[in-house]
């Protein structure tokens, strides 16, 4: 006669509760080799306890249960588990790096609140194009980029201007000159003037922190910015932004992989 473990016997044997060994059952993954019609009781075979070691074995290995299903109903041989653990290997593998590459930012972001008298957080974003009207003028202070701004806005027909204004800085101080081109988005077309260009501001991912309108604040969110740019591994891939929101910065620097 064929040797039957009821669930408690079972479970005592594989050291697997009982409700594990239900769960099992109802998901599909180990079913009993028989249940009692008059009473439910599910009964086990002896040879069902080596099923049982090899899903727990694929378990503990990172594999998911219906990975198992799936490897069990396919009558598990050599190939498909070496298939199936490969994938687990590659699952974990990335998983490492992607942990490892998180370490990183959070050390650099430790490095940064112990150096920073604030703490500046880099978001990423995707901008779309949108159309503008600008002017690009040399300039010997930043300061100076004002006069060309109110002068821009005095020449567009006030219908025309959008709510999206700011400087695209071209070249900065540490470049040894300032050029920057003052810009206000455009809600429709307006009369072509000599003194300011109408075009696209092109789409773009930028990596952004926010400011004051005082230049120390500002340089603080543009350090970070740089600093977070180098930990990732970024370029920059166009004139740095400088959005206006009312009495606060936007900076922008749109990026692209190094």
């Given at each position: ?43 086990y075979r002896p040879e069902q306890l080596e099923v049982l070691a090899s899903i727990l074995g694929l378990k503990a290995l990172g594999v998911s249960l219906a990975g198992v299903r799936n ?32 370490l990183t930012f959070i050390d650099a972001a430790l490095e940064e609140l112990d150096a920073a008298r604030r703490p500046v957080s880099v978001v990423v974003k995707r901008r779309a194009a ?129």
């Open positions: 006669m064929t040797t039957r473990y009821r669930i408690g016997e079972f479970s005592n044997l594989s050291g697997v509760s009982t409700k594990t060994l239900r769960f099992y059952d109802e998901i599909g993954l180990l079913r009993p080799d028989s249940v009692d019609s008059r009473t439910g009781y599910r009964q490897l069990l109903g396919k009558s598990g041989s050599e190939g498909d588990r070496r298939k199936l653990l490969s994938e687990v290997k590659r699952t974990i593998e990335h998983s490492i790096q992607s942990a490892t590459q998180s949108t159309t503008i009207a600008s002017v690009r003028v040399k300039v010997d202070e930043y300061e100076d980029i004002l006069r060309f701004q109110n002068e821009l806005l005095n020449s567009l027909p006030v219908e025309a201007v959008g709510s999206l204004r700011g400087v695209l800085w071209h070249r900065c101080a540490d470049s040894g000159s300032l050029e920057g081109e003052p810009f206000v988005s455009l809600k429709h077309k307006v009369p072509r003037q000599s003194f300011y260009s109408v075009r696209e501001l092109s789409a773009a991912t930028v990596a952004c922190a926010y400011s004051g309108l005082g230049d120390e604040e500002a340089e603080q969110s543009y350090d970070a910015i740089r600093r977070w740019m180098n930990v990732r591994g970024y370029q920059l891939a166009g004139a740095k932004r400088e959005i206006y929101l009312d009495q606060m910065l936007e900076i922008q620097f749109p990026i692209k992989s190094a």
